[in-house]
């Protein structure tokens, strides 16, 4: 409110970069925690059943069953 016209477009853009740079982090969170899942999914295959698999690792019942179709 208090800003002139390059002061506020300054801080517009800083905070723009800050949303995308938070929005990138959450996106690789996420990458990363699904690829925990699948990893740990991938070495229970041989020990539990594809339903509790799933379940405790919180992937679908169809990612496990593809995961074990290309492990099998």
Sequence with gaps: MYLNKDERE?????LKAMRVHKAEIKTARAEGEKARAINIAQNLLDVLDIETIALK???SVEEVKTLKQWTA
């Design 57 to 59: 690792t919180g992937l």
């Design 10 to 14: 300054f801080y517009e853009n800083e």
